[in-house]
């Protein structure tokens, strides 16, 4: 910008900005717009998008929202990180593996191929679970787990090698060699930390992916779960949501301690339970006062969503948001709208929406240097790989004293359209009409956790679709269902896989 003139202009009449554009000579065509703060192109009438320059106004606003740090701070200036979406993303060509002259060697000698299925119609993979009592919150949480196509990919590639594993961390060769059905012994999961859930998650995966149909009994990773989470080493009946986070966690807990990176939880580069599911939530609070704005982010593996609308008078403010069509779905999501059947955009709608906090809720804003009142709003800045979606359908009631669940039907898209939860979409809104395009597809559904019955009584099953088809897995009992049956269950956990993944490019690209 080398020119100080300041034009009006008028989008129907006459343009003071693009005659004194016009009476200029060549390179003055390109002005800022004060009210809107983006470029505008005199010439064209009309707003210019640059990404630089788009970032650098949010930039600046972020750092003049940012209280300058005391001259007694050892902490100094803070630094001023871009927005999502402003960060330029590298970009490589997807390259699917193709075996060296070693390799085929190798595979030559070491491996045998897997036999064809001819005896089943259902798709290779797919194999009951024994229930070991009380355990279907286990196996339909596993079903989930097994076909999550990043997961799968990494054990099937053998990215965790079990035996490696063990012989790594001085476990006997004839434990590996008893483990490898996985039958229960006392080795692998004794008390001195040897146990590895990924371990048995690999050993989990061989079987299940072997091509034999007969159910399979999943003891070995039970065992090895009560190792890591003694409190619920039971045969009473689990939380599936919650033995979900704990498996998580023991994966990588035990995960390779040279891959594990100091600070890279949120970053999802630690191991491969966070790569898979791990994602960012934005926290902004803002100042009622002054507009002073603090953002704080915190890693997750799901969001949890509550289920009942709020019938009375609620402190939360609406937000207008743009009409969800996902899949060819909109008529049934508009008629599930229309008779009280909550959805999981309206879920979404409701976990974004700002809140404000009430008087007795006040925070001490650093600007204006005293307590006020404030709104919070929630945000995905990073959208995992896979995003789990959990129900809040169990709780405790202050009235009876007691636990109850919520029986409500939900409605769920085959197909989501998260851009409006995303951080940068919540930017937009607040900055003005600007643009942050999601660089991504819609995430697909391909599992579906339910659960039938009471809070204290009832029994969990998983839909799977594979090859467009979806399947019930009842414990042991695998069926093909119309996708009608799907969307009448109560969904308890929702799984969503990005159908467009990046790849980082990498030194060892020229090593493949």
Same mark, same amino acid.
């Given at each position: ?72 701070? @050892? ?40 036999? @064809? ?88 995966? %061989? ?9 399979? @009994? ?5 065992? %090895? ?38 600070? %890279?939880?949120? @970053? ?245």
């Amino acid at each position: 910008m080398a020119c100080a003139a300041v034009s009006c202009h008028a989008p129907l009449g006459p343009s003071h900005a693009a005659a004194h554009a016009e009476a200029m000579p060549p390179g003055r065509e390109i002005a800022v717009d004060v009210d809107r703060t983006e470029l505008f192109c005199c010439l064209c009438r009309d707003q210019v998008y640059v990404r630089d320059f788009d970032a650098a106004v949010v930039l600046a606003q972020t750092a003049a929202s940012t209280p300058p740090a005391s001259a007694g701070s @050892s902490g100094g200036s803070r630094a001023v990180v871009a927005p999502e979406n402003l960060r330029k993303r590298q970009r490589v060509d997807y390259r699917p593996w193709s075996p060296d002259p070693r390799e085929r060697a190798l595979m030559g000698s070491c491996s045998s191929p897997l036999e @064809s299925v001819s005896t089943s119609d259902l798709p290779r993979g797919l194999r009951g679970l024994n229930n070991l009592g009380n355990t279907c919150f286990m196996n339909s949480v596993l079903q989930a787990l097994l076909h999550t196509p990043p997961l799968r990919n990494y054990f099937l590639s053998d990215r965790h090698n079990r035996y490696f594993c063990r012989r790594k961390n001085g476990v006997s060769e004839n434990v590996s060699k008893r483990n490898v059905d996985g039958a229960v012994d006392g080795g692998h999961g004794s008390k001195n930390g040897s146990f590895c859930l990924a371990c048995d998650m690999d050993a989990m995966f %061989s079987v299940v992916f072997s091509g034999e149909r007969m159910p399979y @009994s999943p003891a070995k990773f039970l065992y %090895s779960w009560w190792q890591h989470a003694a409190n619920l080493a039971s045969y009473e009946q689990q939380d599936a949501h919650e033995f979900f986070i704990s498996m998580l966690d023991g994966i990588h807990e035990k995960g390779d301690k040279d891959q594990l990176r100091p600070q %890279s939880q949120g @970053s999802g580069d630690c191991c491969i339970a966070h790569r898979v599911f791990s994602g960012i939530l934005r926290s902004d609070v803002m100042c009622v006062a002054c507009g002073f704005t603090s953002t704080t982010y915190d890693p997750c593996l799901d969001i949890s969503l509550d289920l009942e609308q709020n019938q009375r008078g609620s402190a939360k403010v609406t937000s207008a948001k743009s009409h969800h069509s996902c899949n060819g779905e909109a008529e049934c999501m508009n008629s599930s709208q229309n008779s009280g059947i909550p959805t999981l955009m309206g879920c979404l709608d409701r976990f974004t929406r700002p809140e404000r906090l009430g008087s007795d809720q006040k925070l001490f804003c650093q600007q204006s240097q005293v307590s006020q009142e404030s709104f919070k709003q929630m945000s995905i800045r990073k959208l995992p790989l896979v995003s789990c979606f959990h129900i809040k359908r169990f709780g405790h009631s202050s009235i009876r004293k007691m636990s109850r669940k919520i029986n409500r039907d939900l409605h769920f898209p085959f197909s989501l359209d998260v851009a409006s939860y995303l951080s940068s979409s919540i930017l937009r809104r607040r900055f003005g009409n600007r643009i942050f395009p999601f660089d991504g597809d819609e995430p697909d559904l391909f599992a579906v956790v339910t659960h039938a019955g009471k809070s204290d009584v009832g029994h969990y099953v998983t839909y799977l679709r594979l090859s467009n088809q979806w399947y019930k897995c009842d414990d042991a009992w695998i069926i093909q269902v119309n996708e009608n049956i799907v969307r009448a269950a109560q969904g308890y956990m929702m799984f969503y896989v990005q159908k467009m993944l990046y790849y980082r490019a990498s030194d060892k690209m020229g090593a493949s």
